[in-house]
């Protein structure tokens, strides 16, 4: 299956974004979806696990969530900071535990 | 804190393999397992595979599957991830990650490992 993200977003500082990452195939809700942070030259950080869990460190401005009636997940941002810009990605798994990862969204924080 | 040091930037020619380390400190290396994900330059992620530190199961993309080996060191808690048969398309930044014991990808990450595949 593949996770559709948006090729980009853009907010202005304070505001609130939501990224979307929709299945093509196979319920939402039958494996998690984790989401990752990507600042420019950097490695990825874990911002989502578990759907909506977020790692100790991770602002309580990032929360992830499932939609089965549009088979997708959301991650949302809220009080938008500039360090927030970067690539945020969303990943799930297939019926043989394989990882498979969204195409990426470039957050931009005008 | 919780750490995963990654070994340094290779370069390799096609056809050859390379073996990236990852160790981890300050948490209990069995509980968990370690994930490993590439970025083409410019490119998205790409999950290659898991490897549980408890039991060293492990399970590989079905792309890797035959040309990669995840092992693990218990005595010194690191990571190993073998590729072979490069190809100037396994050139990519590889990263390590800690995961659940159950394959969820939660982090922290290493800093990534540069491997260049040129002749």
């Known amino acids: 299956f593949m996770l559709t993200q948006p090729h980009s977003v853009s907010a202005s500082p304070g505001k609130t974004v939501t990224i979307s990452c929709t299945r093509d195939s196979g319920n939402i809700d ?23 869990q977020r790692p100790s460190g991770v602002p309580d401005r990032f929360s992830g969530s499932i939609d089965s009636s549009s088979n997708s997940a959301s991650l949302t941002i809220s009080g938008l900071k500039t360090e927030d810009e970067g690539d945020y990605y969303c990943q799930s798994y297939d019926n043989n535990n394989h990882g498979v990862f969204g195409g990426g969204t470039k957050l931009t924080v005008l | 804190q919780v750490q995963l040091v990654q070994s340094g930037a290779e370069v390799k020619k096609p056809g050859a393999s390379v073996t990236v380390s990852c160790k981890t400190s300050d948490y209990t290396f069995p509980t968990y397992g370690i994930s490993w994900v590439r970025q083409a330059p410019g490119q998205g992620l790409e999950w290659m595979g898991w490897i549980s530190a408890g039991t060293a199961n492990t399970n590989y993309a079905q792309t890797f599957q035959g040309r990669v080996t995840m092992t693990l060191d218990t005595s010194t808690t690191t990571a190993y991830m073998d590729l072979r048969s490069l190809r100037p398309d396994d050139t990519a930044v590889y990263f390590c990650a800690r995961s659940t014991s159950y394959n969820i990808l939660t982090g922290p990450w290493g800093q990534g490992t540069l491997v260049t595949v040129s002749s």
Do not use: A, H
Not at chain 1, 30 to 48: A, E
């Open chain 1, 30 to 52: 039958t494996t998690y979806v984790q989401w990752f942070q990507q600042r420019p030259g950097s490695s990825p950080t874990t911002v989502i696990y578990e759907d909506n």
